[in-house]
T-cell receptor
């Protein structure tokens, strides 16, 4: 069974608008970490932002922010004022404490196209 | 800091040949991961080392694939008797290994098996 699920295969948005990408995860662990990564057209995978399960505040880094809804096991990525260079594939990932934080579980990714 | 280094960036092998892929993690990172990425399967976990010790190889195909980390500065992924279905981008990532830390990915090695 998929531990991390991204249901949106692809999204297109107009430049300078806000986009939200969905991600749901499965875990029995009380302590875990959630991550979002971006893969550019060149193939480079870059870490964007992370959320610690024990923190209630949503993480924010630059124009990336998270919508962490723990009861729903959901961690959405919000990109505000999108730019052309935000066009990429975005991956959600989870790391659980009960595995000793050994494994990263990745979603299948959501392809974002920002239209000028 | 040069980031995670992977060599070669591209490798073409004939069916049945051996391929060895190299990864140099970020200095000071104790955890090294190998992944395989294809269009169909997405990002697949292969194996994981911590402090050079193999911790989890549950994603490795049992035959033909092996990984080693002989020292803290490099890891290798070896594929024996390569098959066309092994064609993929192989990604190496490293992290501090302190628990909830993020991974830093290398640029990947694109393996093409003819």
């Amino acid at each position: 069974a998929q531990k991390v699920t991204q249901t949106q295969t692809s999204i297109s948005v107009m430049e300078k608008t806000t986009v939200t990408m969905d991600c749901v995860y499965e875990t029995q662990d009380s302590s875990y970490f959630l991550f979002w990564y971006k893969q550019t057209a060149s193939g480079e995978i870059v870490f964007l932002i992370r959320q610690d399960s024990y923190k209630k505040e949503n993480a924010t880094v630059g124009h990336y922010s998270l919508n962490f809804q723990k009861p729903k096991s959901s961690i959405g990525l919000i990109i505000t004022a999108t730019q052309i260079e935000d066009s990429a594939v975005y991956f959600c990932a989870m790391r659980e404490k009960n595995t000793g934080y050994q494994n990263f579980y990745f979603g299948k990714g959501t392809s974002l196209t920002v239209i000028p | 800091n040069a980031g995670v280094i992977q060599t070669p960036r591209h490798k073409v092998t004939g069916k049945g040949q051996e391929a060895t892929l190299w990864c140099e993690p970020i200095s000071g990172h104790s955890a090294v991961f190998w992944y395989r990425q294809t269009i169909v399967q997405g990002l697949e976990f292969l194996t994981y080392f911590r402090n050079q010790a193999p911790i989890d190889d549950s994603g490795m195909p049992k035959e033909r694939f092996s990984a080693q980390m002989p020292n803290q500065s490099h890891s290798t992924l070896k594929i024996q008797s390569t098959q066309p279905q092994d064609s993929a981008v192989y990604l190496c990532a490293s992290s501090l290994g302190t628990g909830g830390d993020e991974q830093y990915f290398g640029p990947g090695t694109r393996l093409t098996v003819l």
